[in-house]
């Protein structure tokens, strides 16, 4: 199978050009808004479907600055170094995940102050909204031809005749696959039901962190970065990492914390249950 050569510019108009990648985070923005106000409209949600916009605003902001930055400090430093303001060409490419994740934890803790709600309220409502957004975002990857996988000789793997005649991983896909459909189905439906605070948002760590370190072992490695430590360890293993961490130790964290909450709330006091146990 052999990479299909897509224009980058969705339209042009001269020398102006709309590109496919950029039209694909207003497609996530768009979709996440939506299902933001759709959700908000239950009765029992805690939230006012007017509250999605600004909360979207605050989010965008929070992805587009975090993931130009993130990407600079954790693909880039070296020219950083070298050239301060390459930090501000945005038009030439360069986003990170890892460091638009940040941004938009720091959005939302911002969002959740000026608006008297806890961090994890605010994180565990806009997580299930996430995901669709990360797929358009790896579709966008897929038409610029960009972030492909390493060599390989399963049955779909892909030629990118702009990069060589190697036949490889089509990784951006696999990326869309597991971060935009699979982590949209899990977080989307295990947040239906109520769930201890904090939970949600382990869970998407948790699975992303997951996705995105068994993806990276079929991605190739930035050339200017290549491995990290041991032969096989990419810079998305080390980012990716501590997400898988802090997800799992949310999770506990979270129905722990219920756990004793009910003890404390209506539950048996934790002397009385040793005295039956005896």
């Avoid at 497609?27 to 029992?44: H, N, Y």
């Amino acid at each position: 199978m052999i990479y299909p050569d897509i224009d980058p510019a969705a339209i042009r108009f001269g020398n102006f050009a709309i590109q496919w990648y950029g039209l694909m985070y207003v497609v996530g923005i768009l979709a996440g808004w939506w299902l933001g106000r759709l959700r908000a409209m239950k009765p029992d949600s805690g939230w006012n479907p007017d509250e999605i916009a600004d909360m979207f605003f605050y989010g965008a902001l929070g992805v587009m600055l975090g993931g130009r930055v993130g990407y600079v400090l954790f693909y880039n430093f070296s020219e950083l170094l070298q050239d301060p303001l390459m930090l501000f060409r945005v038009w030439q490419g360069g986003m990170s995940f890892h460091g638009g994740m940040l941004g938009v934890a720091f959005a939302m803790w911002l969002y959740g102050r000026r608006n008297r709600r806890t961090f994890f309220e605010v994180t565990d409502f806009v997580i299930p909204l996430v995901p669709l957004g990360l797929g358009a975002g790896r579709i966008g990857n897929f038409i610029n031809g960009e972030l492909w996988g390493r060599p390989t000789d399963v049955p779909w793997g892909m030629i990118f005749p702009h990069v060589d005649g190697a036949l490889r991983h089509p990784s951006m896909l696999y990326q869309a696959i597991l971060e935009g459909v699979v982590l949209f189905a899990i977080v989307w439906f295990y947040s239906a039901r109520p769930r201890p605070r904090m939970a949600v948002s382990g869970l998407f760590l948790l699975c992303y962190g997951v996705f995105r370190f068994a993806v990276e072992f079929v991605r190739q490695p930035d050339a200017h970065i290549g491995f990290v430590a041991f032969g096989w360890v990419t810079m998305g293993h080390l980012l990716s990492s501590p997400m898988i961490v802090l997800g799992a130790v949310f999770m506990v964290w979270a129905y722990q914390s219920q756990s004793n909450v009910g003890d404390e709330a209506g539950g048996v006091p934790s002397g009385e249950k040793k005295k039956r146990k005896k």
